[in-house]
């Protein structure tokens, strides 16, 4: 089955995340009733130089009916080569990357700086239009949190060249990620722009913050980032509402262990456990294990040592926490 773009009224879609989401990750989050994903952001320079490595960010399960990709860059030159590498590709969506706020990318113009700098991001997006066979899209922060002006100029551009959906991460570049979202900015540019799809983004955790967004921003699609590292059971929280009820500790086991499998089968075993650390750091936290267990996460070196720590888990559980990480009682 594929699934429709611009997204359904209701879409809760997984935001690209660097250093997380690849085929294992967003699996983990479609086992959870995910079905709109995005790859981790693709850097446009590394795509046109060192195609290979950055090419296994491209891969895309044969399960997975619909996945976006998403660029980053402000080279024109390497992104013109980067958006030639993905017409051999076939995603549902292009998601040009303008809120990426970490020094790294914004010292190159790139990401969220380059939001600011509105003619040239435009003059960039003009090149995603001319140059892609994709269907697409952006994602783009707050410019200035005291004047929606900026903001609402990028989006209105944007949907000029052909944005399909545009999401809006409530929060200006020196924020990164903590503050509060600018939901009435979010709400402008939704209104102003009748004819884009506005996705909203920022501090989505549970069922309180779902409906405060939805509510404040009047936005239907909502992307979910860090409320679901480790908690891939939050779209299935949200598309179910009062129904829900957490995973049992077996659940939980089942759905670690498939995504720490999936990324050795991906990454080979001694680079996969290297990277699963940070992710299994996420999966235990506020679920009530006991803290010497999770500090066994950081010595952990091969799929032996993984499988003993999972099978340990449940004798590992010491109290039931109230917060939205909670798992259900029985096995
Ligand atoms: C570790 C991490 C990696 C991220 N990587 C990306 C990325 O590759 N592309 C992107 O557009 N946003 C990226 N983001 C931003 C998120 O997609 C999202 O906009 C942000 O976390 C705000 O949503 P939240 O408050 O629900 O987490 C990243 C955020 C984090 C924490």
Not at 151 to 177: D, N, Q, S
Not at 207 to 224: F, K, N, P, Q
Request: proline letters at 4%.
């Amino acid at each position: 089955m594929s699934f429709q773009f611009p997204y359904p009224e209701n879409a809760l879609v997984l935001a690209p995340l660097s250093g997380y989401t690849d085929l294992a990750y967003r699996r983990a989050a479609r086992s959870c009733g995910c079905r709109y994903a995005f790859t981790e952001m693709v850097d446009a320079a590394s795509l046109a130089y060192a195609r290979k490595r950055s090419e296994s960010m491209l891969r895309r399960g044969e399960d997975e009916s619909f996945l976006g990709v998403q660029l980053v860059g402000a080279n024109l030159e390497h992104l013109k080569i980067a958006l030639d590498v993905l017409n051999e590709y076939s995603f549902d969506i292009l998601d040009f990357n303008l809120g990426c706020p970490v020094p790294k990318v914004a010292k190159k113009g790139a990401g969220a700086e380059l939001g600011r700098h509105i003619d040239r991001a435009l003059e960039c997006f003009a090149l995603f239009r001319e140059r892609s066979r994709h269907r697409l899209s952006a994602k783009i922060r707050i410019v200035d949190a005291a004047d929606p002006a900026p903001t609402l100029e990028l989006a209105k551009g944007l949907a000029r060249l052909g944005a399909e959906a545009i999401t809006i991460h409530g929060r200006v570049k020196e924020a990164f990620y903590s503050g509060p979202v600018a939901f009435d900015q979010i709400r402008l540019v939704r209104e102003a722009l009748p004819g884009v799809q506005i996705i909203a983004n920022g501090g989505v955790t549970g069922r309180v913050s779902y409906d405060e967004i939805r509510h404040e921003t009047g936005c239907g699609a909502v992307m979910l980032a860090r409320g679901a590292m480790g908690n891939p059971w939050l779209f299935r929280e949200l598309a179910e509402g009062e129904g829900y009820s957490p995973p049992t500790i077996a659940q939980w086991s089942e759905l670690v262990r498939n995504h720490i499998y999936g990324m050795i089968e991906l990454y080979g075993e001694e680079s996969a456990m290297r990277i699963a650390r940070k992710i299994l750091h996420d999966y235990v936290r506020g679920r009530g294990f006991r803290g010497e267990f999770r500090a066994q996460i950081s010595f952990l070196c091969t799929k032996t040592e993984f499988d003993a720590f999972l099978a340990a888990a449940p004798q590992e559980l010491v109290h039931h926490p109230d917060g939205d990480r909670a798992l259900a009682d029985g096995a």
